[in-house]
């Protein structure tokens, strides 16, 4: 606030005592704009760079570069208010004026690419966003390839193949730019710790994806690759994913060393937990451990169907269809609604010649 009302203080000096369009008035509303965006006042800050702006339109060529700077000051204060059309539309024209004028730096080019790619971010239109950063790495591998900015530049490529689901490009371009951050940045620094951060998520993303397609071995070799990038909370979820592909694998005490070691990292809700552990102790046909999970299950969510479903799971394993069909339907009241796991179920073989097990599987079909 001091620093606002001494600039203030001199732009007043500077009107009564100079021409009202002279270039350093203009300066001093560029200087006030700036103040009001570091104190996150942004209507304020639009009024004083649009007053530099009609100044130094009335003295400068459209090209040169105190104006094209005026301009994508202009361009971050329509992105600051979220007027993302506004903000593109000017910094196209600033790109354009930068790429047609002589004197500017290929550094200040990049960074000027680079915001404009940061604005169609900001509207979700990601090929947008990707040419625009391809030509500001263009600029900056020019002017420095192992400086920060290019690590920048590479991480936000990254961030944009992510949200088009190119994970394998996302995968790239994230390790590109941790290579290049882990090198010029302390280890504390932010950004890199952000680099850390989104190379975890690519690669539990990726394992997901292979999880889903049921290649356990591959899914675990990104998961425990996510592991070296992951704070405590991605941890935490990293270990429970590595349980479900050791789970769909057979392999019930490794699923089970693994959702335990997830839930002493990072205490998220108990149910999921439970649910995860219990089956695999179903699966072991560790019925007295089981019994135990579930009743606890049952206290934390007594309205959760899936509680009921691992109940009926439960009896049909120990071949008590009745039990377990009183199970199944109140799954079904609870909201329980996906025929797929009920179908694929082994356990409910039991159960398949049953005519309630029939209408069950018929209510579902309705439902979806």
């Given at each position: 606030d ?21 270039p350093?008035?203009?300066a ?5 704009a ?16 649009q ?21 994508g ?16 539309e ?21 960074t ?9 971010k ?6 947008e ?7 500001s ?17 590479y991480?936000?490529?990254g961030?944009?193949?992510f ?17 290049i ?16 951060k989104y ?5 539990i ?25 992951s ?11 590595i ?7 057979k392999?019930?005490?490794l ?8 839930y ?25 451990i089981?019994e135990e999970?579930l ?5 934390v969510s ?12 439960y ?17 079904l009241k609870l ?15 039991v159960?398949?010649?049953e005519?309630?097990?029939?209408a ?5 079909r309705?439902?979806?």
């Amino acid at each position: 606030d001091e620093a606002l009302r001494l600039q203030k203080q001199v732009n007043q000096f500077l009107i009564e005592n100079l021409e009202g369009n002279h270039p350093s008035i203009a300066a001093s509303h560029n200087n006030i704009a700036s103040i009001f965006q570091s104190l996150d006042r942004y209507e304020e800050a639009l009024t004083q760079q649009q007053k530099a702006i009609s100044i130094l339109k009335q003295t400068l060529e459209s090209d040169h570069p105190d104006l094209i700077k005026c301009y994508g000051n202009l361009a971050t204060i329509f992105q600051s208010l979220g007027r993302y059309e506004e903000a593109i539309e000017v910094q196209e024209y600033v790109v354009t004026l930068m790429n047609s004028t002589l004197g500017f730096n290929s550094f200040l080019v990049a960074t000027s690419y680079n915001n404009l790619a940061s604005m169609y971010k900001d509207l979700e239109q990601f090929q947008e966003a990707i040419k625009a950063q391809r030509k500001s790495m263009f600029y900056q591998l020019k002017s420095n390839p192992e400086h920060p900015s290019m690590g920048i530049c590479y991480h936000n490529m990254g961030e944009y193949f992510f949200n088009l689901n190119h994970i394998d490009s996302a995968m790239f371009y994230g390790y590109k730019a941790y290579s290049i951050l882990k090198k010029t940045l302390p280890n504390s620094h932010h950004l890199l710790k952000a680099a850390e951060k989104y190379l975890s998520i690519y690669n539990i993303q990726s394992g997901q994806d292979r999880l889903t397609n049921r290649d356990c071995e591959g899914a675990r070799k990104h998961f425990y690759e996510a592991l070296t990038y992951s704070d405590s909370i991605q941890a935490a979820v990293v270990y429970y994913l590595i349980g479900d592909s050791y789970y769909f694998d057979k392999e019930f005490e490794l699923s089970i060393k693994n959702y335990n070691l997830s839930y002493s990292i990072e205490k998220y809700d108990r149910s999921i937990y439970l649910n995860s552990l219990c089956l695999s102790y179903l699966r072991m046909n560790n019925f007295p451990i089981a019994e135990e999970l579930l009743k606890e299950y049952e206290l934390v969510s007594s309205a959760d169907g899936f509680v009921y479903r691992n109940w009926a799971i439960y009896h049909a394993l120990q071949n008590q269809p009745q039990l377990a069909l009183t199970n199944l339907e109140k799954a079904l009241k609870l909201g329980f609604n996906d025929l797929q796991k009920i179908e694929e179920e082994e356990a409910f073989e039991v159960l398949r010649d049953e005519p309630r097990y029939q209408a069950i599987v018929e209510q579902l079909r309705n439902r979806n």
